[in-house]
């Protein structure tokens, strides 16, 4: 694939994290909200009412550019973007196009092989408009239903250069992006609707398709993963790829050309009047000082300052809620050991769940299973049942530990354990003496479920041999 | 029981609109404009226009009332909000009588394009009142309020007023609030007082003038316009910009214009002849302008959120074209369609963007001017007022109507318009022009004018 | 550059206006008098000088990150001549 592939992308940003709108004060709030209940004039496009632009939102906007290494323009105006559709309340959107308000960035991401170095080409400003709900699917609904609650809400959108080469590298890149953003505390990705994503795909030399109506991360490597395999098998046929739009469909994960939408692309983009122009290059100097330690630093100050692996320090930082965690045990506990529970056992348990760090248990919890694991109250497994049923049931650490009767045995029932073991199981002690090391894992294994798993493998290992030898 | 003496005034000018044949107003809000007189009456409403009955053009919002910007596609539509100058004149205590008529979407320069029927001129009922703004400018005429609001884009307060022989201001492009004005072109509209006398123009600048953080383009201005109602214009520099004169202007016009000018001069002002030279490319830049952004800002009108909503629907596409047909007059939908083109790849560089060019070298010209006078004088309009259906069949010649209006749009400058003299029993209007926010030096110039004059009179039969 | 019946319709598609036979042609007929009266700014020479998109120079107008009332749901769907749980009704997409 690597070679013949051309990604580019269009990431949509909602800057969730500010309190309003972008041109109206209505709440940013969208979660468990009725239809239409976060309207005004502005937002609704009413006859008469006019757009504000929100401070916060530029600020944020220049904070993103400066993190994505842009330059941010001397002079920047918003303007019309004119179309018709049910979901645009005025008839056209309040966008950027030229001047935007950053521009000529550079993201690096990995690649199978290296480092892919992706340019930005531009961020830029624009608003959200309605959500539209239809009756079964686009295709058959006999009527639209339309919620303005979404509209006006403040959007970023990142545009890179054709520089991506593999669906894989076109999920990095989100994945560090939207990283970057939660570091900015700019945007809080976890919530429905907040990343959307259109892609650019062609095969080299073939024509350039675009994907709208991407909205997960995993729906960018699966769409894009569609759409190429589409291209190759057009392209093996000998038929040729029209340059088009598609709709991505994530339950049917296809993509389908979108007859609905006009296809020839008549924007009339001209300055918006409402809105006079912007000179905020100025706010650069003070905006770079805000600017927080980003992942990429974040990811070395680990490895130097707690000496974790890069493996480590990579995964823990590439979410702040799961470097914050790890700063907080980290603090407590002895860091490479915090680093493998949080990095290998916490994550891997919370992907298993799909669960988000957040509806984790508090990283103070987790310092007490460590404590109790160094004090060998617990064994490595007691401390896994023991995360796993925090989580599946909430609760504290100290109780479960109780009630499921966690605590490593002593090691005299470990003794006892060990010597009915080897007295019900004199076959297997023959196989040891004749070499077979299997038979020595297999009296392990017998141990641990006298002991339901609470007896400490490596007391069960010493003990065994020991009177292995004896005996 | 006798009635007290504002709520009284306020009956009578009900009275004398029930009565009307002027078509003046498109709603009446009898019993709220009632209910405010008797306020004040009571003592419990008080402000600077305590007791004034005020009527507002039907392109600014009233919340709770009818705004249907003089078209059917807003049928039944009632904002839930007031535009900003409408909150100001609740206030200070108007009396709000109604909604005026106009142009369709301030679409023209008769109201002969209102889907609710022209209005008259008090003057001669067989003629037009002028546009857009035509039912406030007769209903000030024809005593069916004190004052009124208008909005001015290309003349649309400035040519009623001078066709209807009262008193209208277009301020300078920032000075008004345009929250809750509907659009047609927003670069260049301004909400403006039409009043009898200079006197109750400035009052009602006055009220609606100022800030508004509502609206990003309202300037940051203070200023008591009724603090210039001065009788005295020694001197000054009067301006005659040559262009505005000869070829296309009526010789009445241009003779009450330069008697109005003598008249200053008599009273102590100097003049001299000016030169805007770009003023003959104004009027196709304002008609390129106002067209591309009117067919932006009336994209909003589908039938999905508000207004008509006739028939089956189809497809959202077949759906909104169709309910637009039947709710646009031929005017507006000419308007948005030359602005659609105009807007469109290929042809903004020629049109839109050329026409923002012509409109920085047009403001130039009233730059320089400004640096040798202190205000222009020149005719509202180059003709009094016309026969009803006199211009139907052929819109270019309704669109020179606006020659002497449209510059002072472009530019974004203050202009007034005051009575000077008659051609026959209709009315002739002057326009004096000031500098940006230099509304002091017009009203001055434009009341000192009224004071030595005697041109404040009321149609016959009124 | 005359305009013809097919621009007017194209035109009329992208202004989403929909216009008769009569219409187009007559329209076609009063773009192209009127395009032609604007062909008089094409003997301006405009080379070097920047466009008005704002009369007033006035920048940077703002309003700060706070959260101000919302219509309630019925004020918002008062004027809508069609609406369902609470939604605006809309003719379908296809």
Not at chain 1, 2 to 22: A, M, P, R, T, Y
Not at chain 1, 412 to 417: E, F, G, I, S
Not at chain 2, 286 to 313: H, Q, V
Not at chain 2, 346 to 351: A, E, L, M, T
Request: net charge negative; aromatic share 8%; charged share 25%.
């Amino acid at each position: 694939m690597d070679g013949e592939v051309i990604i580019g992308l269009e990431v949509h940003c909602q800057l969730n994290k500010l309190n309003s709108k972008l041109f109206c004060g209505c709440s940013t709030r969208q979660q468990g909200l009725e239809p239409n209940t976060m309207t005004c004039p502005v937002c609704l496009g009413l006859p008469g009412a006019l757009p504000v632009i929100n401070k916060k939102a530029v600020e944020y906007s220049i904070m993103v550019g400066l993190a994505l290494n842009c330059e941010i323009a001397e002079h920047t105006q918003f303007y019309r973007k004119n179309y018709y559709y049910p979901d645009l309340p005025r008839g056209f959107q309040i966008t950027q196009y030229d001047w935007p308000i950053a521009s000529n960035g550079v993201l690096t991401v990995e690649s199978d092989g290296g480092d892919r170095v992706v340019r930005i080409r531009r961020v830029h400003m624009e608003e959200d408009p309605g959500r539209l709900v239809h009756q079964g699917s686009i295709e058959t609904s006999k009527f639209v239903l339309v919620d303005y609650n979404r509209s006006g809400m403040p959007l970023l959108e990142v545009v890179t250069e054709p520089d991506l080469r593999s669906p894989k590298e076109a999920r990095r890149f989100i994945n560090k992006l939207r990283n970057i953003l939660e570091y900015l505390d700019v945007f809080d990705g976890s919530l429905e609707g907040a990343l959307r994503v259109d892609a650019n795909v062609s095969l080299k030399g073939g024509a350039r398709v675009e994907i709208k109506n991407i909205s997960s991360y995993k729906g960018v490597e699966r769409a894009l993963l569609f759409e190429i395999s589409r291209q190759q098998n057009m392209k093996r046929r000998g038929v040729k790829v029209t340059q088009e739009t598609r709709h991505y469909d994530d339950e049917r994960n296809c993509t389908i050309t979108l007859r609905t939408k006009e296809q020839a692309e008549e924007y009339r983009y001209y300055p918006e009047p409402d809105l006079v122009p912007l000179s905020v290059k100025g706010w650069e100097p003070r905006l770079r000082e805000k600017l927080p330690e980003l992942p990429d630093a974040r990811r070395e100050r680990f490895k130097k300052e707690y000496g974790i692996s890069d493996d480590h320090a990579k995964v823990i930082t590439s979410e702040i809620r799961v470097a914050n965690y790890y700063e907080c045990v980290a603090g407590k506990c002895e860091p490479r050991l915090a680093a493998t529970w949080v990095a290998d056992y916490l994550k891997g348990e919370l992907n298993y769940r799909d669960m988000d760090i957040k509806d984790a248990f508090d990283p103070e919890m987790m310092v007490y299973i460590m404590e109790q694991l160094k004090k060998g109250v617990i064994t490595d497994k007691g401390a896994v049942e023991l995360m796993r049923a925090l989580l599946d049931e909430g609760g504290h650490p100290k109780d479960i530990i109780l009630a499921r009767n966690l605590a490593k045995v002593e090691t005299d029932v470990t003794k006892a354990a060990v010597t009915e073991v080897l007295k019900e199981n004199r076959e297997a002690i023959g196989d040891y003496r004749a070499g077979k090391a299997q038979a020595f894992n297999y009296l392990v294994g017998m141990v641990m479920k006298k002991t339901n798993g609470r007896a400490d493998p490596s007391e069960v290992n010493l003990l065994l041999r020991e009177l292995l030898e004896c005996t | 029981m006798s009635m007290a003496l504002y709520e009284e005034s306020v009956h009578k000018t009900f009275d004398r609109i029930k009565h009307s044949r002027l078509n003046a107003y498109i709603t009446l809000d009898k019993e709220n404009a009632l209910g405010t007189a008797k306020g004040v009456d009571d003592g419990k409403i008080a402000g600077r226009l305590a007791g004034m009955t005020v009527a507002v053009k039907d392109c600014i919002t009233t919340k709770g009332l009818l705004t249907t910007c003089g078209s059917k596609i807003l049928s039944g539509y009632v904002p839930p909000f007031d535009a900003e100058v409408v909150a100001r004149l609740r206030n200070e205590g108007a009396v709000i009588t109604g909604k005026t008529n106009m142009d369709e979407f301030a679409m023209g320069t008769s109201t002969e394009s209102s889907h609710y029927g022209p209005t008259k001129n008090p003057w001669d009922m067989t003629r037009v009142p002028g546009g857009s703004s035509g039912g406030s400018g007769a209903a000030v005429a024809g005593l069916e309020c004190r004052m009124a609001l208008g909005t001015d884009t290309g003349g649309s307060v400035r040519c009623p007023a001078s066709f209807c022989g009262v008193v209208g201001i277009k301020p300078t492009y920032g000075l008004v609030s345009r929250y809750g004005v509907i659009a047609y072109a927003n670069s260049l509209e301004q909400v403006g007082p039409m009043a009898r006398n200079v006197s109750d123009a400035a009052l009602l600048l006055d009220v609606i003038a100022g800030h508004d953080p509502k609206d990003s383009t309202s300037v940051p201005h203070d200023a008591r316009y009724t603090d210039h109602l001065v009788d005295d214009v020694k001197g000054l520099t009067i301006g005659v910009p040559k262009e505005y004169f000869g070829e296309g202007t009526d010789m009445k016009v241009e003779k009450a214009v330069w008697d109005a000018i003598m008249t200053l001069n008599r009273l102590g002002a100097d003049y001299k002849e000016v030169s805007l030279p770009h003023t003959k490319y104004a009027l196709s830049a304002y008609y390129i302008i106002a067209m591309c952004e009117a067919s932006s800002n009336l994209a909003r009108f589908d039938g999905l959120r508000y207004g008509l909503r006739t028939g089956k629907d189809e497809n959202w596409h077949a759906t909104f074209s169709r309910i637009r047909a039947e709710g646009f007059g031929e005017e507006v939908k000419r308007r948005i369609m030359l602005g659609t083109y105009a807007l469109s790849e290929g042809y903004y560089g020629k049109y839109y963007l050329k026409a923002l060019k012509v409109r920085t070298l047009i403001k130039k010209d009233f730059e320089k001017a400004f640096k040798g006078v202190d205000v222009l004088a020149a005719p509202t309009m180059p003709y009094p007022a016309f026969r009803i259906g006199e211009h139907q069949d052929d819109p270019l010649s309704m669109y020179m109507a606006d020659v002497d209006t449209v510059p002072v749009n472009l530019a974004g400058v203050p202009s007034i318009s005051v009575p000077c003299g008659f051609a026959g029993k209709l009315p002739i209007g002057v326009q004096f022009i000031g500098g940006f926010f230099d509304e002091p030096m017009i009203i001055r110039t434009a009341h000192t004018f009224e004071l030595n004059t005697d041109f404040q009179k009321l149609p016959e039969g009124f | 550059m005359a305009i013809s019946v097919k621009d007017v319709q194209h035109i009329a598609s992208l202004a989403c206006v929909e216009l008769d036979q009569a219409q187009q042609e007559r329209f076609a007929q009063q773009f192209n008098s009127i395009l032609e009266y604007f062909k008089e700014l094409d003997g301006l020479n405009t080379e070097g000088v920047e466009p008005t998109y704002h009369v007033i120079g006035l920048n940077n107008v703002f309003r700060e990150d706070e959260v101000s009332e919302s219509l309630p749901q019925e004020e918002a769907l008062k004027n809508a001549p069609r609406h369902e749980k609470g939604y605006f009704k809309g003719p379908r997409i296809v």
